[in-house]
T-cell receptor, first 113, second 111 residues
C-alpha cells in the first residue's frame, strides 16, 4: 500500500489569494489525482497529475484556476488560484499503484472568507 | 456515462445488529469496483476491490460481494468503531480508467 501525506492539513484564506497544497507519496505510484469533496458530498475528480507534463483536467476545471505540477513520481502540488468562498472544500490527493488500487491522502480542508 | 448509486444514505444500527449497504452501478465495461471507508475529517481508506460477478472479499466484520449490477457491503455484528461513511466507486475499462464515486452511506453503530 501507499502512504500519502498532504500539507497543509487545513487553512483559512482570504478571497482573491492563492493556496498551494503539497502531496507526497512514500512509494512510486503510476498515477496521481486531485479530488475535491464538498461538505457532506462525494468525491469529484479535478484532474490527473501527469509527471513532467500538463495535467489532464475534468470538465468544469481549468488550469488557470487549478494549476497542478508533478515533477517526479512521488510528489505533486495543486494550487487553488484567486480563491472565492465557493472554493471552500476538502482537497484530496490520491495515488494509484499498478493499474487498480488507489489510495488517498488525509485531505486539506480549505475555508475561504 | 458511469453512474454509482448508494443506498441507504444513512443507516443507524445497534451494536451487533447485522445489515447490508447497497451500491448499484452502470458502467461501460467494469474494470473494478472499490469500497472505501471514510471517517470524519479524513481521507478515504481503501477496503476492497472486486473485479467480477460472484467475487467476494472479507475483512474482519465486513464482506463485499459483486453482481453484474450491484455490490453489497455486509456488516456482521457491527461495533461502534465501524461507524463511518462507506463509499463505493467503479472503474471502467475505458482509456481514462477514472474512479466514479457514489455519494456514500453514513453508518452509525450505537453501543
Amino acid at each position: 500500500s501507499a502512504v500519502i501525506s498532504q500539507k497543509p492539513s487545513r487553512d483559512i484564506c482570504q478571497r482573491g489569494t492563492s493556496l498551494t497544497i503539497q502531496c507526497q507519496v512514500d512509494s512510486q505510484v503510476t498515477m496521481m489525482f486531485w479530488y475535491r469533496q464538498q461538505p457532506g458530498q462525494s468525491l469529484t475528480l479535478i484532474a490527473t497529475a501527469n509527471q513532467g507534463s500538463e495535467a489532464t483536467y475534468e470538465s468544469g476545471f481549468v488550469i488557470d484556476k487549478f494549476p497542478i505540477s508533478r515533477p517526479n513520481l512521488t510528489f505533486s502540488t495543486l494550487t487553488v488560484s484567486n480563491m472565492s468562498p465557493e472554493d471552500s472544500s476538502i482537497y484530496l490527493c490520491s495515488g494509484r499503484q499498478g493499474s487498480d488500487t488507489q489510495y488517498f491522502g488525509p485531505g486539506t480542508r480549505l475555508t475561504v472568507l | 456515462e458511469d453512474q454509482v448509486t448508494q443506498s441507504p444514505e444513512a443507516l443507524r444500527l445497534q451494536e451487533g445488529e447485522s445489515s447490508s449497504l447497497n451500491c448499484s452501478y452502470t458502467v461501460s465495461g467494469l474494470r473494478g469496483l472499490f469500497w472505501y471507508r471514510q471517517d470524519p475529517g479524513k481521507g478515504p481508506e481503501f477496503l476492497f476491490t472486486l473485479y467480477s460477478a460472484g467475487e467476494e472479499k472479507e475483512k474482519e466484520r465486513l464482506k463485499a460481494t459483486l453482481t453484474k449490477k450491484e455490490s453489497f457491503l455486509h456488516i456482521t455484528a457491527p461495533k461502534p468503531e465501524d461507524s463511518a461513511t462507506y463509499l463505493c466507486a467503479v472503474q471502467s475499462s475505458g482509456s481514462a480508467r477514472q474512479l466514479t464515486f457514489g455519494s456514500g452511506t453514513q453508518l452509525t453503530v450505537l453501543p
